[in-house]
């Protein structure tokens, strides 16, 4: 009996959801810190920030989307089947579902439209390729504001090496899609890896980096336009933009959805000069603007863009027969 009860318990200890008690490690983080500040301080603030600057910060979200599509359209461009709509159908449904997926896995959703294991595999590539030039620049702007001051007091060497990997991050995340020899490379762990490389014309690769630039810009200006404008923070653009590119890394761990807990977390510790009530009315206002508004955007936009493709595609295929 005795060795039976021992089984039991070790069998229960396997079966206890660690990993799902992981992902909503965020929420949990999140209710600990509502639950010692006071909320109706915070909800002032909110509610006095100006609605015209919340609104303005929503439009370079949808800039943001419009760019990110665009990128992603330039990832497929040799693949004769992709067409313009069905890229941006494919990447703002995705983007929406990644808002609320832990760690953005919903992204890989994209790689799903794919009929053929091969193209799978290559679109997957693209995604992470895509994942890492964001993930780079948002660790270059962290190691920025490091080196400049602007966030918590470490010495600019902390600042150097944070920015060199966040070169490193981008620069991978460009060769994938850009260097043939890293392609081949990689052959040597993932099986045909090589056959998935498409190429591109240097101009197409170009476009590629600035649009991947440009639309992480975008975003740190929507924040920053929501901590300086909406609540009147006396806070510059860099310092917003260390803060929120810190944020957004966690954001990526498996461990929170939306970012909730640890944006709060990352963003009292950051701002640690400001009163709390103003950071975390801060956080809440970036989550309605770039996580509820982006999302909510992006879904629409993904559902307008793959229906157009649809009827596009009946179409052409009525003339054919």
Not at 73 to 91: A, C, D, K, R, V
Request: contains cysteine; aromatic residues 12%.
């Amino acid at each position: 009996m005795a060795t039976t009860s021992l089984e039991e318990k070790k069998d229960r200890k396997k079966r206890f959801p660690w990993f799902k008690l992981l992902r909503l490690a965020g929420i949990i983080l999140f209710i600990i810190i509502i639950s010692q500040v006071d909320v109706k301080s915070i909800w002032f603030e909110i509610r006095k920030a100006n609605a015209w600057f919340i609104l303005f910060a929503l439009l370079f979200q949808v800039l943001l989307l419009l760019t990110k599509g665009m990128r992603w359209h330039l990832l497929n461009t040799s693949n004769q089947s992709q067409n313009i709509i069905q890229s941006f159908g494919e990447f703002f449904e995705s983007y929406a579902i990644g808002v609320i997926t832990p760690g953005r896995f919903g992204e890989l959703m994209k790689a799903g439209y794919q009929n053929k294991r091969e193209q799978v595999i290559a679109s997957a590539i693209r995604v992470g390729a895509e994942r890492g030039a964001d993930v780079g620049f948002f660790v270059l702007i962290a190691g920025i504001a490091l080196y400049a001051g602007n966030m918590v007091n470490l010495s600019q060497t902390a600042g150097i090496i944070t920015i060199g990997f966040g070169l490193l991050v981008f620069m991978i995340g460009v060769l994938l899609v850009s260097s043939k020899k890293i392609n081949q490379l990689l052959d040597r762990f993932i099986t045909n890896f090589s056959d998935t490389f498409i190429h591109r014309q240097t101009s197409n690769v170009f476009y590629i980096i600035c649009l991947s630039v440009i639309s992480n810009v975008f975003y740190f200006v929507s924040c920053y336009i929501v901590a300086a404008y909406a609540l009147h923070l006396d806070i510059s653009l860099l310092s917003t933009s260390g803060g929120v590119a810190v944020s957004g890394l966690l954001n990526m761990l498996p461990v929170t959805v939306m970012g909730l807990g640890t944006r709060e977390m990352t963003f009292l510790y950051i701002f640690n000069t400001y009163p709390q009530n103003q950071v975390l009315a801060l956080s809440g206002l970036i989550f309605a603007v770039a996580q509820v508004g982006g999302g909510l955007i992006s879904l629409l936009l993904g559902q307008i863009f793959l229906q157009i493709s649809k009827k596009n595609t009946a179409v052409e295929n009525s003339r054919r027969n």
